[in-house]
């Protein structure tokens, strides 16, 4: 028991000394524990004990005395509390250490699955054309004779049937596979018998009696391309040509056109690009001319138009009224184009090794 | 066609060089695929287009030369001297058949059968024809300087004297200069002396009166032959010559005569024959002068660009057209009788616009009059795909032909192919699955890959009335294991319930819900326990199922596959229902799980619906979350754990009230034989 404040004082001091000595050794939650029971506890602290001794003390050193053990066990107690954090933050530090991965483990990838090669290029083509102002017209695939050719001003006999050879279904001499989707210009033009102001494309499944190779399928897609109204010239068949060429293709891509022959277009017009693998300088590609077929075209031949307004039984598009042009392109061909494709086939044969480099 | 450069120049001089020349004629619509110098010379490799047989020969493409480069065009030298007798008491020549032969005309030539000078046998060697003998190699000459074919018959062999142009009658025979023994028949034109016929007519000569060393004299036969009966005759007989190449597609009606005159100058300049004065012929009728009228406002109409009068004027008379004087409404423009393809005034711009330049037409856009855009079933459509692409299955594109057998695995009539490339391919398909989309996993399978999905957005074609009707359709395939294979655990095999999920993940996109799923067993090529016909209400969607076992070893799926198959035409067509947006619950919903016992035979769908009537309105949903068969449950019995989720709009659930819906649930069920666990 101190019998005087100079007593206390020193016992204090001890005790601090005590204290941070044993604070030292201090490691864990654990020994903090211990090292509290020791100074702090309510039965065998020292502080505690000391503070028990200040009613053996004169009323004047006790109030003395009473502040300076105060003090002293603020003290300890905020260190205790400071240790206490530290333990507190590097045992959670060692929790979160343990549940540390490998993060050059491979991820766990939810399944991604991808469109066909020709349905990403149908809807980029598409999507230029919608942009353009174009509805997106179909037809149907087994078609007849009147709509694959002779409305196209190709008659029974016509010699332009043969660069087309046709499947016919068995049976029904009339119906067929079409050939192309142009059967979606007389489609769309008897379908929509009203002012004469027609601004479509048409894709789809074609069929021509080819045997697979390299470069030929019996089954493959075209885009058709029809717009009619007053005023439509072949000046805006070949402004509408460049600027989607140039969406697809890049503006920088030379596009020319040439004459040539199509029964329903008159004049008829192909389309070639200049060649995207050699840069127009001649390629094996392009067969050293530095240019690429890429599309047929032309104005709308007045037969057609003679055609569609015999069989809606009235004059709609009156050809001295009303000009178009149409065009047709090989989705195939722009996606092969575009893809660097070796074999036309692969488009056909759902090897997953193929369809998987086509991202999207 | 192969044009030798020397040769063009005969007529027209080029005065640039052979690559420009290429280039110029390609744009002006004669497509040069090759150049390929040839020694000093150079020859060109025209793609000739259907219509322009009046450029299957030298002289037409010298003309197009004349007119590109304004420089004049030369007529090849057709004088000759004749000597000895008439021609026409040695020959007669007559038309049978109008409708076959407009024309025939015919001269008779004193010949000395030998080979041909070099030069005549080096230019029809470059472009690919064999020489033969002088006669013979002289009028192939003329047929590639000036496109009409012509055929020399042996006079001494032509019984007679007389040639005459008919049908050729059922049952008769011809041996042709191919050596072929050809029946004939009422569809196939012929020459002929009387009863015996000679040469096909437009095709090919006939081996009996072929010219040999010994002909002393010939029948030089040019004719006209009607473009479609040359054509029909040609494919019936499978055919295909040079002469019947020009004859189907239109020659000149007034070049027979030029060409016998040429021939008869060449034959006389190389020593090789005479002609004997006069032309023998026969012909239906007159020189037809065709004209159409033209109005020069149509040029800019069509083209969409002015292309000046002297310039069109130019070009139309370079090519042989005669232009008359004329004001705006039409000028009359005569139509040359080598173009054949010429007939209406569309035709005459087309002239014009590909020699005055495609380039030199300025490029525009047409204005904007109706907005653009995909329909709602494009967008759909492309929803669906997408979705599909999400749930990881990749999009595959298969031929509509599939073979009858393979075709067979769906019950039913099929539309077939007329003319297939094989029997492999000679029926439409009528299903996306069978055989499309398994043989697309087998192939895949083969490749080694293990977890494969697969779907296809076609159509298949089904019998209709007049026409197969085409319906477009959702096909998958799966297989494998469920997600991609990792480290940290084993994956889980696919089945069934992959593929219906699927299905309803993808509908769901379309804004279809409330399917059902009927157990069926109708699709042979199914497992007939693990197969659903998909349906909403009445209308029947599709299926799904797994691949029966058999179907799958056929298809050599060792661990199966599962597939479905949807018609979406329909469903794609409807509009989707506007969101109106629900007000967010305001108060908490309470969830509890009902464990039961309960027959292994019957459905979930059945318990569900139960406990939906006994549950009252304040049921807000009701699955099995858990299902168990095995020990310690009986067997014919599962273990089902339904989670039922309840919910008031308008309030906080008190615990009673969910415990009396719950009891009522339990009593139910209890009453219907289910037993209770966790009582």
């Known amino acids: 028991m101190p019998q005087s404040l100079d007593d206390l004082k020193r016992r204090v001091r001890e005790l601090r000394n005590e204290f941070e000595e044993a604070m030292g050794g201090a490691s864990d939650a654990g020994s903090l524990q211990a090292v509290r029971d020791r100074f702090l506890g309510r039965k065998a602290g020292g502080l505690t004990a000391l503070l028990k001794s200040l009613q053996g003390l004169a009323t004047d050193a006790r109030r003395e005395a009473g502040q300076e053990l105060n003090a002293l066990k603020t003290e300890l107690e905020s260190q205790m509390q400071r240790a206490h954090e530290r333990f507190e933050e590097s045992r959670r530090a060692r929790a979160l250490q343990r549940e540390r991965v490998d993060v050059t483990l491979p991820g766990r990838s939810p399944a991604a699955g991808r469109r066909h090669p020709l349905a990403q290029v149908r809807m980029r083509l598409e999507d230029i054309f919608v942009g353009m102002g174009y509805e997106v017209f179909d037809g149907p695939e087994v078609d007849d004779d009147y709509h694959c050719f002779e409305a196209l001003n190709m008659p029974p006999d016509h010699p332009a049937r043969d660069m087309q050879d046709t499947f016919y279904l068995k049976g029904k001499r009339d119906l067929l596979l079409r050939t192309h989707t142009s059967t979606g210009q007389i489609r769309y033009m008897l379908a929509n018998p009203h002012p004469p102001l027609v601004r479509i494309i048409c894709p789809g499944k074609c069929y021509r009696r080819d045997e697979p190779d390299l470069t030929h399928s019996p089954m493959f897609h075209q885009i058709e391309a029809l717009v009619v109204g007053p005023g439509i010239t072949l000046g805006d068949l070949k402004g509408t040509i460049e600027t989607f060429l140039h969406a697809l293709f890049g503006p920088q891509q030379p596009v020319r056109f040439r004459s ?9 017009v192909e389309v070639d690009l200049g060649c995207i693998a050699c840069g127009g300088s001649g390629c094996r590609v392009c067969k050293g001319t530095g240019w690429l077929e890429i599309m047929g075209s032309g104005m709308v031949h007045p037969a057609v138009f003679e055609a569609v307004n015999r069989r809606l039984g009235r004059v709609v598009y009156d050809p001295d009224e009303v000009t178009g042009f149409a065009f047709g392109l090989g989705i195939e061909r722009v996606a092969i184009l575009l893809h660097d494709v070796g074999d036309i086939r692969l488009f056909y044969e759902s090897d997953l090794r193929f369809l998987e480099q086509f991202p999207g | 066609m192969k044009v030798l450069l020397s040769w063009l120049r005969e007529f027209v001089e080029v005065p640039v060089e052979p690559a420009r020349l290429a280039a110029d004629l390609t744009l002006a619509g004669l497509a040069v695929d090759a150049v390929e110098p040839r020694g000093s010379d150079t020859l060109l490799d025209l793609d000739i287009t259907t219509n322009r047989v009046d450029c299957m020969n030298v002289y037409g493409v010298a003309r197009e030369v004349s007119v590109l480069y304004r420089v004049p065009l030369r007529p090849p030298e057709t004088s000759f001297a004749a000597s000895g007798p008439a021609a026409s008491g040695a020959l007669t020549v007559a038309i049978d058949a109008p409708d076959l032969c407009p024309r025939f005309s015919a001269g008779v030539f004193d ?28 009028t192939n000459y003329v047929m590639l300087e000036l496109g009409q074919p012509t055929h020399a018959f042996d006079l001494a062999l032509v019984p007679g004297g007389r040639l005459a142009a008919r049908w050729a009658r059922d049952g008769e025979r011809l041996k042709t200069l191919d050596g072929e023994d050809r029946a004939l028949g009422g569809t196939v034109g012929v020459v002929a002396s009387g009863d015996t016929s000679l040469a096909l007519a437009g095709i090919m000569g006939g081996a009996a009166s072929e010219v040999s060393e010994a002909t002393r004299a010939i029948a030089l036969e040019a004719a006209y032959w009607k473009p479609l009966a040359i054509r029909r005759a040609a494919r019936s007989l499978g055919m295909h010559t040079e002469a019947s190449h020009r004859f189907e597609r239109g020659a000149d009606p007034e070049a027979p005569p030029i060409a016998i005159a040429r021939i008869a100058h060449l034959l006389k300049a190389i020593g090789a024959g005479t002609a004997r004065p006069g032309l023998v012929e026969a012909r239906t009728s007159g020189a037809e002068g065709r004209s159409v009228s033209m109005r020069p406002g149509r040029l800019r109409v069509v083209l969409g660009a002015d292309v000046p009068e002297a310039e069109w004027r130019r070009i139309l008379g370079g090519l042989g057209f005669g232009v008359a004087a004329g004001g705006h409404e039409g000028v009359a423009v005569e139509i040359p009788s080598w173009r054949g393809d010429v007939n209406r005034e569309i035709d005459v711009v087309e002239e014009i616009a590909r020699h005055h330049g495609l380039d030199k037409i300025p490029s525009t856009i047409p204005a904007a009059r109706i907005p653009g855009g995909l329909k709602t079933w494009q967008r759909r459509e492309r929803a669906l795909a997408a979705s599909l692409v999400g749930a990881g299955l990749s999009e595959v594109v298969h031929y509509a032909f599939v073979s009858e057998s393979e075709a067979s695995a769906i019950p039913g009539p099929r539309a077939a192919l007329e003319n297939p490339l094989s029997e492999e391919q000679a029926v439409l398909r009528n299903s996306l699955v069978v055989p499309g989309l398994l043989d697309a996993l087998r192939r895949n399978l083969r490749k080694g890959r293990r977890d494969v999905g697969l779907f296809e957005i076609g159509r298949v074609f089904l ?15 799966l297989a494998g294991a469920a997600g991609s294979p990792h480290w940290s655990g084993k994956s889980r095999p696919l089945d069934f319930f992959d593929a219906k999920g699927i299905v309803e993940h993808a509908l769901r996109r379309l804004g279809v819900v409330g399917l059902e799923w009927r157990a069926a067993a109708q699709d042979a090529f199914l497992h007939p326990g693990r197969a659903a ?98 020990p310690p449950v009986p067997d014919g019995k599962v273990s089902l754990t339904l989670g ?22 339990m009593e139910k069920l209890r009453s219907m034989g289910a037993e209770i666990r966790g009582e």
């Open chain 2, 644 to 665: 039922l989720a309840f919910q008031h709009d308008e309030r906080t659930l008190t615990g009673n009230e969910v415990q009396e819906a719950v009891d009522r649930v």
């Open chain 2, 111 to 138: 010949v000395e059968v030998g080979p041909a000078p070099a030069w005549i046998r080096d230019r029809l060697e470059a472009v690919g024809v064999r020489s033969i003998s002088n006669v013979v190699d002289v």
């Open chain 2, 533 to 630: 016909t998909v349906a909403r209400g009445q209308q029947i969607l599709g299926y799904a199922g797994s691949v029966h076992p058999e179907v799958a070893a056929a298809f050599e799926l060792r661990d199966g596959a599962v597939v479905a198959e949807i018609g979406i035409e329909a469903l794609l067509r409807e509009e989707p229902r506007a969101v109106r947006v629900h007000p967010l619950p305001r108060f908490p919903a309470v969830s509890r799980d009902v464990s039961v016992v309960w027959d292994a035979a019957a459905t979930a769908e059945r318990i569900e619906s139960q406990v939906r009537d006994a549950a009252g309105p304040l049921l807000r949903s009701v699955a099995v979350t858990d299902r168990y068969e095995g």
């Open chain 2, 463 to 477: 019998p209709g009335q007049a026409r197969p009707v085409e319906e477009l359709r959702l096909g998958i395939v």
């Open chain 1, 260 to 268: 040539s022959f199509f029964p329903y277009t008159e004049p008829s």
